[in-house]
Nanobody, 123 residues
Framework: QVQLEESGGGLVQAGGSLRLSCATS????????MAWFRQPPGKEREFVAA????????YYADTVNGRFVISRDNGKNTVWLQMTSLNSVDTAAYFC????????????????WGQGTQVTVSS
């Protein structure tokens, strides 16, 4: 049974930081590209960041590049998203996803999804 479980969300003040985690099981983690997406209130889901199976390549949305860092540990089957300099536009439900091809920004390219964790940035 495939499982992706996000954690680490919460309420944070503008300018603050959070680290999201996504613990996975049920599939061969190292073979999958892992990504983070987010869905702001009332808006469509959007791509945030992705990391290749080996961790050597990363890819970010322009809106978070330089503020967020995606990383993974294939021994722990876990991917993280370190978020810094948070502002109100970062308020969203954050989802991790697993796919087979690196570089895709569209959600349909990802096979497995977590249930999400809420991040709320107060001004």
């Amino acid at each position: 049974q495939v499982q992706l479980e996000e954690s680490g969300g919460g309420l944070v003040q503008a300018g603050g930081s959070l680290r999201l985690s996504c613990a996975t099981s049920g599939f061969t983690f190292r073979n999958y590209v892992m990504a983070w997406f987010r869905q702001p209130p009332g808006k469509e889901r959007e791509f945030v960041a992705a990391i290749s199976g080996g961790g050597g390549m990363t890819y970010y949305a322009d809106t978070v590049n330089g503020r967020f860092v995606i990383s993974r540990d294939n021994g722990k089957n876990t991917v993280w998203l370190q978020m810094t300099s948070l502002n109100s536009v970062d308020t969203a439900a954050y989802f991790c996803a697993a796919g087979l091809v690196f570089g895709h920004r569209v959600g349909s390219a990802y096979k497995y999804w977590g249930q999400g964790t809420q991040v709320t940035v107060s001004s």
